[in-house]
């Protein structure tokens, strides 16, 4: 079965730094595109950083140049990065795993964390 378990959320002050990370089990992970969402009550999830299988990475306008995300194959391991952090990147924060299968059958394969609570506040 999937699992994917995020942890390093907490309490940090605006411009502190926090360092997220998600383990995989139960997948292939090197052929998965991992990505960061946030979520606050009344809005609706949204996407903070994605990379690829291939190591391509995108981002959020509102986090670029803040966060990083990265991954470790090795380990079955998606990280984010978060510096120069802001009170409205309070948030939970959920790890995905996604992956669309084109060949054969086909299919979505699309996992979730439970998410992890990080708040920014002094």
């Known amino acids: 079965q999937v699992q994917l378990v995020e942890s390093g959320g907490g309490l940090v002050q605006p411009g502190g730094s926090l360092r997220l990370s998600c383990a995989a089990s139960g997948v292939t992970f090197s052929l998965y595109t991992m990505g960061w969402y946030r979520q606050t009550l009344g809005k609706e999830r949204e996407l903070v950083a994605r990379?690829?299988?291939?190591?391509?990475?995108n981002y959020a306008d509102s986090v670029k140049g803040r966060f990083t995300i990265s991954r470790d194959n090795a380990k079955k391991t998606v990280y984010l990065q978060m510096n120069s952090l802001k009170p409205e990147d309070t948030a939970v924060y959920y790890c995905?795993?996604?992956?669309?299968?084109?060949?054969?059958?086909?299919?979505?394969?699309?996992?979730w964390g439970q998410g992890t609570q990080v708040t920014v506040s002094s």
């Open positions: 995905n795993g996604k992956r669309v299968q084109l060949t054969g059958r086909g299919g979505l394969y699309d996992y």
């Open positions: 990379i690829t299988s291939g190591g391509s990475t």
